[in-house]
C-alpha cells in the first residue's frame, strides 16, 4: 500500500497566513497526527490538534466516494440495487475481450466485517483501465445473476497508481469473498471435462474444490486457455498445480477463480508403458470409446465420429494407442454394429494396424448383431503369440452379451479362456436399475460357468462399471475367482477418479502382474478434429484406461 505525504497548517483567523505545523509521510493505513503551537490571541496558551486518517488509497486526486464494501452490503445482494452511484477502488484484473468479461475489477479497503465483499465487478465497455490503477466509477449498481456489478457506466476517473491489494486464502468459495483477490494453495487437476467446452479445470487440494475459468464466453475452445503452452497432457486430470492468485467471482451459477497468470504445472507426466518381463502374455482390457465406422460411410449413428475425415483421425489414434501397450491379446470394448455386425469395424481397425506395425493382427469378433445395444465387444491378438480355439461363444446377458473365446499360448502349448464383458454402464439417473442390471448379468455368467467351465486357466475381464467396493464381487469370490489388485483409475466421472475396468481369473500355476496404464482417462476431452487432438500421439485415445495383465 501506498500512502501519502501530509502537510497539516493552523491559521489564527481566516484572513491571517496559515502556518506550517507538521508535515510528514504517514507510514501506515491509519496514522494519527498530533501538531503543537501557539495561538497568537491574548490569553489563550497552546493548543493540540489531533488529526486521524484513515487511508485505503493514495492521495487524494480521488473524489469522494463509496467503498465497495458499502455497495456490497452484508447480504447476497446488494442494498443499494438499481441506484446510481460512485464507487472507488484499484483495478485489480481486466478483461476487454469482445467475447469475455468486457469489464475491470475493483477493490478497496477492508471495514473489517466478515460479511461484506471489499470488491465489484464492472461491466464497461469502452472504458480501459490499467491494472493497478485508483479508479473511481460512476454507474448503477445491479444483481446480475447473482453477482453485485457496477453497470451502465457513466464515467471512470483514474486517480493514480496504486499497489494491488494482497490475496486472501481461499477456503470454500462464498460471498463475502466476492470479485475479491485470492490465492488457492497448491492443487492438483480433478475434472477437465468441459475444458475445451467452457473453459474450465476443477482443482481440488483435497480438502476444498474451486473451478478455474478464463472469462471467455466462447464455446469449443480451439486452444488452452490462461496463456499456457499448448499441450493437452499439462491439463491431464491428475496434474499439480502450484499456488495461484486471481480473482474469485460468480458465473453462471457457480464461483470461479480467474488467474491473474498461466497457472504453473508441478508435476512430471509419468505415462510411459513399460514392456512386459521376458517370457511373459501381456493380456490387456481396453475399452476403446465408440469406435464407430459410419455405416458404409453414412455416419448417421449416434456415437463415435461423424464424417471420414474424423473416423480417419480416430481410427489412426487408436492404433496409436494399442500399438504402445506391447500387448499380444486385447479384451476390447464399445464399437458399433454394422448392420449387425462388429465384423466391419473390426476388419478397418486391424488393417490399419497392419500398415503401421510389423506383426500382422487379427480379430474376432460378433459377426451377428448380439443383443440390442449400440455397442459391442471383440478381441485382437496376435497370432505368432496367441491362436483361438474353435468359435466365438456369447453368454446372453442384457443388453451387452459376454464374449468367450479360448486360446493357446504359441510359446507353450497352454491353453486358456478368455471372458471379456461391458456390463450395463454407470448413468446419471440409472444408477440403481443399472446397479441390478449388472449383478443381474454376472449372476446369469455365473450360471453359464456352472456349465462350461474347465480346469484351464480363466481370464474374466473387461469394463465391468463396477467399484472395487461394490457387492457385485460376491459370486466371483465365492466362486474362488482372484481379484486383480491394480492402483489407479481407469476412469474419471463427474471430477472423481474411479475403477471401473477390471481383470479377475482363476486356475493360475504361477501369479500374474497388473497394472493400470494411465494417459487416457485422464486426458481432456478433444473432438477427432480439433487442432489439438494429435493422431499419432498415443495418450487420450479413450476415455478409459486399459487394466494390463502380465502372465
Not at 11 to 24: E, L
Not at 80 to 99: H, P, Q
Not at 268 to 276: G, K
Not at 333 to 354: C, F, I, R, W, Y
Request: proline fraction near 9%.
Amino acid at each position: 500500500m501506498k500512502y501519502p505525504t501530509v502537510l497539516v497548517k493552523y491559521s489564527p483567523t481566516v484572513k491571517q497566513p496559515a502556518t506550517p505545523v507538521y508535515s510528514g509521510k504517514i507510514e501506515a493505513a491509519k496514522h494519527t497526527i498530533s501538531a503543537g503551537f501557539r495561538h497568537l490571541k491574548p490569553g489563550l496558551t497552546a493548543l493540540v490538534c489531533a488529526f486521524s486518517l484513515v487511508t485505503g488509497a493514495a492521495a487524494d486526486s480521488c473524489p469522494a466516494a463509496l467503498w465497495p464494501y458499502e455497495v456490497q452490503g452484508p447480504g447476497n445482494a446488494s442494498p443499494l440495487e438499481g441506484e446510481v452511484v460512485e464507487t472507488r477502488g484499484t483495478v485489480t484484473f481486466t478483461d476487454y475481450r469482445s467475447n469475455g468479461l468486457r469489464g475491470f475489477f475493483i477493490q478497496g479497503p477492508t471495514d473489517h466485517n466478515r460479511r461484506t465483499s471489499e470488491a465489484l465487478f464492472v461491466f464497461a465497455p469502452g472504458h480501459r483501465p490499467v491494472r493497478g490503477t485508483e479508479v473511481v466509477v460512476h454507474g448503477e449498481v445491479k444483481e446480475f445473476h447473482g453477482l453485485t456489478e457496477i453497470t451502465n457506466v457513466r464515467s471512470v476517473q483514474a486517480c493514480g497508481e496504486q499497489a494491488i491489494p494482497d490475496p486472501v486464502p481461499l477456503g470454500e468459495p462464498d460471498e463475502p469473498l466476492e470479485n475479491m483477490r485470492v490465492q488457492v494453495p497448491a492443487t492438483r487437476i480433478v475434472d477437465n471435462y468441459r475444458l475445451f467446452d467452457v473453459g474450465e479445470l476443477v482443482i481440488s487440494d483435497g480438502k476444498h474444490e474451486w473451478t478455474l475459468e478464463d472469462g471467455s464466453n466462447d464455446r469449443r475452445l480451439d486452444a488452452i486457455p490462461w496463456g499456457l503452452v499448448q499441450d493437452p497432457t499439462l491439463v491431464a486430470n491428475g496434474r499439480t498445480l502450484a499456488p495461484i492468485t486471481g480473482v474469485l467471482t460468480w458465473r453462471w451459477g457457480r464461483w470461479v477463480v480467474l488467474p491473474d497468470n498461466p497457472p504453473a504445472v508441478t508435476s512430471e507426466r509419468n505415462w510411459d508403458v513399460p514392456p512386459p518381463p521376458e517370457e511373459a502374455l501381456r493380456v490387456t482390457t481396453f475399452n476403446i470409446e465408440n469406435l464407430f465406422n459410419g455405416d458404409d460411410g453414412r455416419f448417421a449413428q449416434s456415437r463415435g465420429a461423424e464424417n471420414a475425415s474424423q473416423w480417419a483421425q480416430q481410427r489412426r489414434k487408436v492404433a496409436t494407442a494399442i500399438l504402445a501397450l506391447e500387448t499380444d491379446l486385447f479384451l476390447l470394448q464399445e464399437m458399433q454394429h454394422d448392420h449387425g455386425s462388429a465384423t466391419p469395424v473390426m476388419a478397418e481397425m486391424t488393417e490399419k494396424l497392419n500398415r503401421l506395425d510389423d506383426r500382422q493382427w487379427e480379430a474376432i469378433a460378433p459377426d451377428v448383431r448380439p443383443g440390442d445395444d449400440a455397442i459391442t465387444n471383440a478381441f485382437l491378438y496376435d497370432p505368432e503369440r496367441v491362436s483361438p480355439n474353435g468359435p466365438l461363444k456369447r453368454i446372453d446377458t442384457e443388453p451387452r452379451p459376454a464374449l468367450v473365446q479360448s486360446f493357446t499360448r504359441t510359446d507353450s502349448d497352454q491353453t486358456f479362456y478368455v471372458i471379456n464383458v461391458h456390463l450395463k454402464s454407470r448413468g446419471w439417473n440409472c444408477d440403481d436399475i443399472c446397479e441390478e442390471d449388472r449383478e443381474t448379468s454376472i449372476a446369469e455368467i455365473m450360471h453359464w460357468l456352472d456349465e462350461h467351465q474347465t480346469d484351464d486357466p480363466w481370464f474374466f475381464g473387461g469394463d465391468f462399471n463396477t467399484l472395487t467396493d461394490e457387492s457385485l464381487w460376491s459370486p466371483l469370490q465365492y466362486a474362488g475367482w482372484t481379484y486383480g489388485e491394480v492402483e489407479g483409475p481407469t476412469y474419471w466421472f463427474r471430477g472423481r477418479a474411479q475403477q471401473i475396468d477390471h481383470f479377475w481369473y482363476r486356475n493360475l500355476s504361477t501369479e500374474p502382474t497388473l497394472r493400470v496404464q494411465a494417459g487416457h482417462a485422464e486426458m481432456p476431452p478433444l473432438p477427432y478434429l480439433h487442432p489439438l487432438y494429435d493422431p499419432d500421439s498415443p495418450w487420450g485415445a479413450s476415455d478409459h484406461n486399459p487394466v494390463i495383465l502380465d502372465w
